[in-house]
């Protein structure tokens, strides 16, 4: 019994031995591995600092490199920031009921030429002509609103000299809107028969008549939006009426006017509504009346069609088509017209400033 009780005690000692070297053994297999893992801890913090040095190292050199560079090359020269295409007023390309609208059109200047140094030179030639004609005036004579939309209507394809020699006969027969529309055609063709395509003009200067006295009681409206809406009455048309009966800015895009701000290469446009937009917007809006006629008595007197007299030109510096004309000073001079050339300007009865400048009133029709 002894032996037994003691075998037991034996085995029960040795089971807790057994259990103690298990725990001890597990807890230095523990420390083993949080040992591991510390150690690979610091290892790998190591690595990403080492990694951040070289970085860093690599950056500064390159900074140092560019700032080396920068020292050995000179800096270039700043360029402008390229501008903004200017646009025309929106009141010039305003939406008319029944008529397209001239679109807005950005200008391009010549090669070489900035934005800038166009709008410069263009109103620097607009001053150059105000100088050279000051007294510069729509050539077509009126009283009033009503005998200048008939006048301006019928001088498509004629000249003003040519209508004004034959509306005073006109007005003398049909002096109101009431009388021109209750008018017998073939009566009004004779009378316009020396402007061209007469029967045409005819229809449209009754056809207009009617409009005024049934649609505005009478009277020329003083809107684009109606006048538009007359028989005959284009842009051009309306906008001289308004510019001259009316005193609202308006850009007369005449043949004339089409073919100096091409020469002057103020636009590359030909649709005389694009060269609206584009021609308005190198100017302030209440310029644009003046500057019609500037150019326009320009393109008549010295910058003709065929033979320009370039040599006579007074913007000659400034125009980049210069010697497509007449170079010679006294050979120019020859090539003159109108006032500038001695002989009668557009009007039978001018302003009286045109007069007290040298101007010459235009001969009546079958005079001379």
Same mark, same amino acid.
């Given at each position: 019994?002894?032996?037994?009780?003691?075998?037991?005690?034996?085995?029960?000692?040795?089971?807790?031995?057994?259990?103690?070297?298990?725990?001890?053994?597990?807890?230095?297999?523990?420390?083993?591995?949080?040992?591991?893992?510390?150690?690979?801890?610091?290892?790998?913090?190591?690595?990403?600092?080492?990694?951040?040095?070289?970085?860093?190292?690599?950056?500064?050199?390159?900074?140092?490199?560019?700032?080396?560079?920068? =020292?050995?090359?000179?800096?270039? =020269?700043?360029?402008?920031?390229?501008?903004?295409?200017?646009?025309?007023?929106?009141?010039?390309?305003?939406?008319?009921?029944? &008529?397209?609208?001239?679109?807005?059109?950005?200008?391009?200047?010549?090669?070489?030429?900035?934005?800038?140094?166009?709008?410069?030179?263009?109103?620097?030639?607009?001053?150059?002509?105000?100088?050279?004609?000051?007294?510069?005036?729509?050539?077509?004579?009126? *009283?009033?609103?009503?005998?200048?939309?008939?006048?301006?209507?019928?001088?498509?394809?004629?000249?003003?000299?040519?209508?004004?020699?034959?509306?005073?006969?006109? #007005?003398?027969?049909?002096?109101?809107?009431?009388?021109?529309?209750?008018?017998?055609?073939? *009566?009004?063709?004779?009378?316009?028969?020396?402007?061209?395509?007469?029967?045409?003009?005819?229809?449209?200067?009754?056809?207009?008549?009617?409009?005024?006295?049934?649609? #505005?009681?009478?009277?020329?409206?003083?809107?684009?939006?109606?006048?538009?809406?007359?028989?005959?009455?284009?842009?051009?048309?309306?906008?001289?009426?308004?510019?001259?009966?009316?005193?609202?800015?308006?850009?007369?895009?005449?043949?004339?006017?089409?073919?100096? &701000?091409?020469?002057?290469?103020?636009?590359? *446009?030909?649709?005389?509504?694009?060269?609206?937009?584009?021609?308005?917007?190198?100017?302030? %809006?209440?310029?644009?009346?003046?500057?019609?006629?500037?150019?326009?008595?320009?393109?008549?007197?010295?910058?003709?069609?065929?033979?320009?007299?370039?040599?006579?030109?007074?913007?000659?510096?400034?125009?980049?088509?210069?010697?497509?004309?007449?170079?010679?000073?006294?050979?120019?001079?020859?090539?003159?017209?109108?006032?500038?050339?001695?002989?009668?300007?557009?009007?039978?009865?001018?302003?009286?400033?045109?007069?007290?400048?040298?101007? %010459?009133?235009?001969?009546?029709?079958?005079?001379?």
């Amino acid at each position: 019994m002894e032996k037994s009780a003691a075998s037991k005690k034996t085995a029960a000692n040795a089971s807790r031995k057994s259990d103690a070297k298990k725990s001890a053994v597990k807890k230095t297999a523990a420390k083993e591995t949080e040992a591991k893992k510390t150690a690979a801890k610091k290892t790998a913090a190591k690595k990403t600092a080492a990694a951040r040095k070289t970085a860093a190292g690599k950056t500064a050199g390159k900074t140092g490199a560019k700032s080396a560079a920068a =020292k050995q090359v000179p800096p270039l =020269k700043r360029q402008a920031p390229a501008k903004k295409p200017a646009v025309a007023p929106k009141k010039a390309t305003a939406a008319v009921k029944g &008529v397209a609208p001239a679109k807005t059109v950005a200008p391009k200047p010549p090669r070489g030429e900035s934005r800038t140094a166009l709008v410069r030179r263009a109103r620097r030639i607009n001053r150059e002509l105000a100088e050279v004609y000051p007294y510069a005036h729509p050539e077509l004579d009126f *009283e009033n609103p009503f005998q200048l939309v008939v006048a301006t209507v019928l001088s498509a394809q004629t000249t003003d000299l040519r209508v004004n020699q034959t509306t005073p006969a006109l #007005f003398a027969k049909y002096p109101t809107p009431e009388d021109l529309a209750a008018a017998v055609p073939e *009566e009004v063709e004779e009378i316009l028969r020396p402007t061209g395509f007469f029967r045409a003009k005819t229809k449209s200067v009754i056809g207009l008549s009617k409009a005024l006295t049934e649609d #505005f009681g009478g009277e020329v409206p003083g809107r684009l939006e109606d006048l538009v809406k007359l028989p005959g009455v284009g842009r051009k048309t309306a906008f001289v009426v308004l510019g001259n009966a009316f005193g609202r800015p308006g850009i007369t895009v005449d043949t004339h006017f089409q073919r100096l &701000v091409r020469r002057w290469r103020w636009t590359e *446009e030909t649709d005389p509504d694009k060269i609206e937009a584009a021609v308005g917007a190198l100017f302030p %809006k209440s310029d644009w009346t003046d500057l019609s006629h500037h150019v326009i008595w320009h393109g008549r007197r010295i910058c003709h069609a065929r033979k320009p007299a370039c040599g006579a030109c007074p913007v000659a510096p400034l125009c980049p088509a210069y010697g497509e004309g007449e170079t010679d000073p006294e050979k120019a001079k020859k090539l003159l017209k109108y006032e500038k050339g001695g002989f009668p300007g557009q009007r039978l009865k001018p302003p009286q400033a045109y007069l007290d400048a040298g101007g %010459k009133p235009a001969p009546p029709l079958g005079a001379g």
